[in-house]
């Protein structure tokens, strides 16, 4: 049995949304009359509480086309120093929309809103205008950790006071709502923008959408074209999100479950230590005694697959295509891994 715990990327479509591709009502959405494109993107507007929505190729495309949207050149941006946009898209911050990135540490992915509001610098003959304010919710590389709802008002307000705009890089902003217990439309009211994924535990092979007002997303639309993100019959894409919207947000609370369990478990073992405390999700951040890339070599001939995310820590990240069979089976391989290093320490 081969677990593939590296990402909720991994998830394939399911019967239900390859037979919602066949029968996917088509046009060409370059030319404006996209049936099902027209329609993910209005449900996902709904969802999140916007006036309008893009479909767009991928979460990286919808934050470049956000930043590039709201920013000019040499305009500055305040953001998490290990978020996506900062650390996952290739310098595109950069070298698509200009911008100059002010950068703040976190706990676990949350900024301090006082230093936010000081890192605030108004355009002058010297100094850039900070125009952005880039949230992650929930955090990739502080292993899915949620920006509580106080913190996220509290960013809204500097925002308003500053004259800044909040984009969310919701990628998984369905796991924190479903963690949350509240809408995602309540975590969006926050911001100006936002995204999320839908190839990501939502189970759809490609796309996100991009959430604003009506005037964003027509310039957004504009941005997408000239980055060569518009598409033709993409509805048959499209059709694959409807689904996951109507049907696929509920079950993320199945994969949050697991991680737990896989967590406590790894917890229990000598060789490992587990931030239980950033345990918020559906990511498992594991620390390493020795370095991380030959724990996920050993994980591997054991048939479980992850990622070294830093030189002594691997992350798990639970989806759809982990069943219960397969949480048995990543559990027993951690167990086997940490009677190695036993044995070995023995020797
Ligand atoms: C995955 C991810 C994205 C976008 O990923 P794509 O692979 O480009 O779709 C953006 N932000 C965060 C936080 C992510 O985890």
Redesign the pocket.
């Known amino acids: 049995m081969i677990v593939d715990l590296r ?1 909720d ?1 991994i998830t394939r479509p399911t019967p239900e949304m390859y037979e919602a591709m066949m029968t996917a009502e088509l046009g060409d959405d370059v030319l404006g009359d996209e049936p099902t494109v027209t329609k993910l993107e209005q449900l996902a507007a709904e969802k999140m509480g916007k006036e309008a929505g893009v479909f767009v ?7 470049q086309i956000a930043v590039k949207t709201w920013i000019s050149p040499g305009d500055a941006v305040i953001l998490e120093e290990e ?3 900062q650390f ?2 290739s310098g595109s911050i950069a070298a698509h929309a200009g911008a100059l990135t002010w950068t703040l540490p976190s706990a676990r992915g949350v900024m301090d809103p006082k230093r936010v509001a000081d890192r605030y610098v108004p355009g002058s003959i010297h100094s850039p205008t900070t125009k952005l304010l880039c949230v ?1 919710n ?4 502080a292993g899915g950790s949620i920006i509580p709802m106080e913190v996220m008002r509290d960013y809204r307000n500097v925002c308003d006071d500053k004259g800044m705009k909040m984009h969310v ?4 902003l369905f796991n924190a709502s479903v963690a949350l217990g509240v809408s995602a439309a309540e975590i969006a009211k926050y911001s100006d923008s936002i ?1 999320f ?1 839908l ?2 535990g939502l189970s759809c092979p ?3 959408v991009l959430c604003g007002d009506a005037d964003f997303i027509g310039r957004a639309r504009y941005v997408r074209k000239r980055l060569g993100g518009a598409m033709r019959q993409s509805g048959i894409l499209a059709a694959c999100g409807i689904y996951a919207l109507d049907n696929m947000v509920e079950r993320l609370a199945d994969d949050h479950r697991r991680a737990y369990e896989f967590a406590g478990h790894v917890a229990e073992l000598d060789a490992f230590d587990v931030d239980m405390d950033g345990l918020q999700t559906n990511m498992v951040m594991v620390n390493t005694p020795t370095p991380a890339s030959d724990w996920s070599a050993r994980l591997g001939d054991l048939g479980v697959r992850c990622m070294a995310v830093a030189p002594r820590r691997l992350r798990f990240v639970f989806h759809r295509e982990i069943g219960d069979a397969q949480l048995i089976h990543a559990k027993s391989a951690m167990s086997e891994c940490a009677r190695g290093v036993h044995e070995t320490s023995n020797r």
């Open positions: 990402s990327t190729p991928s979460g990286t495309m919808a934050n978020c996506h946009i996952y898209e992650e929930t955090h990739n590389r890089d919701g990628a998984r995204t994924c190839s990501k490609v796309g996100s």
